[in-house]
Structure formats: structure tokens, C-alpha cells
């Protein structure tokens, strides 16, 4: 049992323990955190990590033959393996460390997408789709002369399925899609769609940035082509994230940046590339980032991940519950399939205000149109507001974000 009496598999009171930042107060009130869609806290082993690295084994990676190089180097790549291991990649040899999930859909987009689409190509993605899902494609359209198309959602925030599947062809060489939206909370249908983009010769790319913390994802199981996320959604760093390929798509891909570490022969007339994945880590990389990324994913499946989304989908039924019973209040994304994210608006109060009266009362919440614009205009409306929750978020926490929503009301009444 938890200290809100819920329960629940975790033992939340401990996991609390873990994360040092929730444990202060903002504007005199304790800190109430529920914008881990925008980015999760992160626990002590992960700030230990960084810390062990820096105080202990700071040194460049692959390069060095000196102990403390070869210290973070075998750091380095333990983390790659940690990744592998999540995601139930079949090498080590898929996992590419990039700056995040928008690195890594850009890379995508710049290596594979330009040597494979060409004009009147289409590459087809959903309407839900985060920004950094949507620009790099149109970018790649300009540049080659292929056509984005976009499958649309229906009121619940949920992929209009047959309408997806219409718009697939022979013509559709990519299909790029969100897992789990950060706006809307929905859980898209990801092994369906796979296997309608395959049956099409299609290639698919999941955006999980949000995905990895709170479901289990089998790269393999799936026959997922390209996979993305971001460590700082999933407890580690900012600034690190993985781009996960199958290993044939990745051989046949050109690099996506020159420089050091990506090679294995340079000469004026002609350089050889790196073996993978290092064909694909130009420059000394984010070395704290991957070591803090792979400490998080250690905490992640020591916590559970399963045993994480049990409490967070609690959570989230208790939070759409009060949120049904508030009078003005809608909530956006009604998906029969989703997790983590309540995104809402209340008559009356535009969500920026609620968000500014919220953190006067300790609560963060996100307002706006959380990179995901067209989202909002299906919707028509300007931003919403979005509370989302975490492992250490209690049913205490949804009572005072409740308690805060009810003064904004009052004070806009
Ligand atoms: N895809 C999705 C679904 C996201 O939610 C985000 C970030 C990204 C991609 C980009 O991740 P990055 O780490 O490369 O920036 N989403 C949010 C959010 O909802 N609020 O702040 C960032």
C-alpha cells in the first residue's frame, strides 16, 4: 500500500525516496511534478552515474589507451547493450546513440530517406504526430519532390484506422508514426500498422519518445524498421536519445555526418566508414548521457516497467474520473487505448492562465500545443492543458492538481 492508501504493485513512498527534486517546495507549497510527458525527474543512480563518470572516469571513448578511456569506453558501451537488451534489438550493432528522438527521426530522414524516396514517393504519417515527426518529413518532400500524406484521427484522438490503410500504396515508401502521442495520451496500434505498411513494401518508423517509460517494446516481435526515443522521457539525461535500425538498413544507409570516430580510413582521395554503429556517432558523443541513460534504464527495469504503467494507468483513471465531474471542463483524447497523458481544456480559463495559477499552487503542468500543432487545429483549439504522469506520481498529487483547477475556476468565475 502507498501513503495515499492505493493499491498498488510499487512501492511509491520508495521510489519517491530516489528522486531528490521532488522533495522541495515551489511558491511555499510542496512540489506536485506532472509534466514528465515534457520530461521526467531523474533518480539517484542516474545523477550517480553522471557524477561516477565525471568524478571518476572522464575520458574520451574508443581512443584512448589509457584506463580511464578504456573505463568509459566499456561504460559507454554497456549502456548500448542495456539499450539492445530493452528493446530486444538482435545487435548492438542497431543501436545508434543520437542527441534524442528528433535527432534520430532527422538522421532518418537525411540518410535513409534521401537515397530511398524520390519523386512522387509518398511517405505517410498520422494527424497526432509530434512536430519533430512531421518537419523533417516535409523537409525531405521539398528536397526530393515526394508527397507527405497524413492519416487522419477521429474525435476520441484515436488513427482512423481503414483510412490509414486506404492511403497506403505502392506509392508509400515510409510510414512514420507516433506510438504513444504526447498530446492526446493515445496508444496507436503499432503491430497493425507495421504489418498493413510491410504488405505495401512500406518502412516504418515508431516515435517512441514517449513510449519507452511507460510500455514494453520488442523491436523484433514487432519488425519494426526504426525505432526512436529520447533517454529524458524515460528517467536519464537530456540530450541523449537512441535511434534503433534494423541492421541491413543501416549497412546500406550513407553516414548522416562526417567527422571522427565514423571512420576507419581517411585519405584525401577517398575515406572508409566506420562499422556500424559507429559509422553513425560522428564526434566525441554525449559520453555522461549515454552512461546516465544506461543507469536509467537499469532503474526502469529493476522498478518494472509493468508494474510502472499498472500504477500510472491508476492513476490516470482516478485523474479522468475528477476531471469527468469538473463542469467546463473536456478533456482532448479519449483514445479506448492510452496511457499517462490527461490533456484538457476549461471553458472560460485559457490553459496558459490555469498553467501559471497551477505552479502558484506547487502543480506543473504543461500548456500549449506540445509540439503537436495539427493536433490542436483537429481540435480547434489554441493549446490544452496537460498533466502526465510518472512512477513516483501519487492520487495525493491528482488531488491537489484538482484542488488548483478548482481555484483557477473560482478566480475566472
Ligand atoms: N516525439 C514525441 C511523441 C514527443 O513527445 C517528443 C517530445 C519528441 C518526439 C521529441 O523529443 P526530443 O527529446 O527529441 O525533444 N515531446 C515533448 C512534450 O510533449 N513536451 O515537451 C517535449
Not at 497493425?192 to 517509460?213: E, M, P, S
Not at 526515443?229 to 546500406?252: D, N, Q, R, V, W
Amino acid at each position: 500500500m502507498s501513503v495515499d492508501g492505493t493499491d498498488m504493485n510499487l512501492n511509491i513512498d520508495a521510489i519517491r525516496k530516489v528522486f531528490p527534486i521532488l522533495h522541495q517546495q515551489v511558491y511555499g507549497k510542496p512540489l506536485v511534478y506532472l509534466d514528465n510527458a515534457a520530461t521526467t525527474q531523474k533518480p539517484q543512480p542516474v545523477i550517480d552515474a553522471l557524477r561516477h563518470y565525471y568524478e571518476r572516469n572522464n575520458a574520451n571513448v574508443h581512443r584512448g589507451v589509457h584506463a580511464l578511456s578504456e573505463r568509459a569506453t566499456a561504460d559507454y558501451e554497456g549502456a548500448r547493450e542495456k539499450l539492445r537488451a530493452l528493446l530486444n534489438a538482435a545487435s548492438t550493432r542497431e543501436i545508434v546513440f543520437t542527441r534524442g528522438a528528433t535527432e534520430a527521426i532527422n538522421l532518418v530522414a537525411a540518410s535513409w530517406g534521401r537515397t530511398n524516396i524520390g519523386a512522387g514517393d509518398e511517405i505517410l504519417i498520422s494527424e497526432m504526430e509530434h512536430h519533430s515527426d512531421i518537419v523533417p518529413w516535409q523537409m525531405l518532400c521539398e528536397q526530393v519532390g515526394a508527397k507527405l500524406i497524413v492519416a487522419p484521427i477521429n474525435d476520441a484522438g484515436e488513427l482512423m484506422f481503414d483510412t490509414f490503410e486506404e492511403k497506403l500504396s505502392e506509392r508509400t515508401k515510409l510510414v512514420g508514426m507516433v506510438h504513444l502521442s504526447n498530446a492526446l495520451g493515445t496508444i496507436n496500434p503499432v503491430d497493425k500498422i507495421i504489418a498493413k505498411a510491410h504488405a505495401v513494401g512500406a518502412k516504418v518508423l515508431l516515435d517512441g519518445a514517449q513510449a519507452l517509460a511507460h510500455l514494453n517494446v520488442d523491436v523484433q516481435a514487432l519488425d519494426c524498421d526504426f525505432y526512436v526515443t529520447s533517454a529524458h522521457k524515460m528517467y536519464g539525461p537530456t540530450g541523449i536519445g537512441i535511434l534503433y535500425a534494423k541492421e541491413a538498413l543501416l549497412e546500406a544507409m550513407p553516414p548522416y555526418q562526417g567527422g571522427g570516430d565514423m571512420i576507419a580510413m581517411v585519405t584525401f582521395e577517398k575515406t572508409q566508414y566506420n562499422a556500424l554503429p559507429y559509422k553513425f556517432e560522428a564526434g566525441t558523443p554525449n559520453i555522461a548521457g549515454v552512461i546516465g541513460f544506461g543507469a536509467a534504464v537499469d532503474w526502469l527495469c529493476d522498478t518494472g516497467i509493468d508494474a510502472i504503467a499498472a500504477h500510472e494507468q491508476r492513476l490516470l483513471a482516478y485523474a479522468t474520473e475528477k476531471a469527468l465531474n469538473v463542469e467546463g471542463l473536456t478533456i482532448i483524447g479519449t483514445a479506448a487505448d492510452k496511457a499517462t497523458v490527461l490533456s484538457f481544456t476549461i471553458d472560460g480559463v485559457h490553459p496558459h492562465d490555469l498553467g501559471t495559477i497551477l505552479d502558484r499552487e506547487g502543480v506543473a503542468i504543461r500548456a500549449g500545443h506540445h509540439c503537436a500543432m495539427p493536433v490542436m487545429q483537429h481540435f480547434g483549439v489554441p493549446a490544452t492543458a496537460r498533466a502526465s504522469f510518472a512512477a513516483y506520481n501519487t492520487q495525493a498529487e491528482i488531488n491537489a492538481l484538482f484542488a488548483a483547477l478548482n481555484k483557477a475556476q473560482e478566480m475566472f468565475a
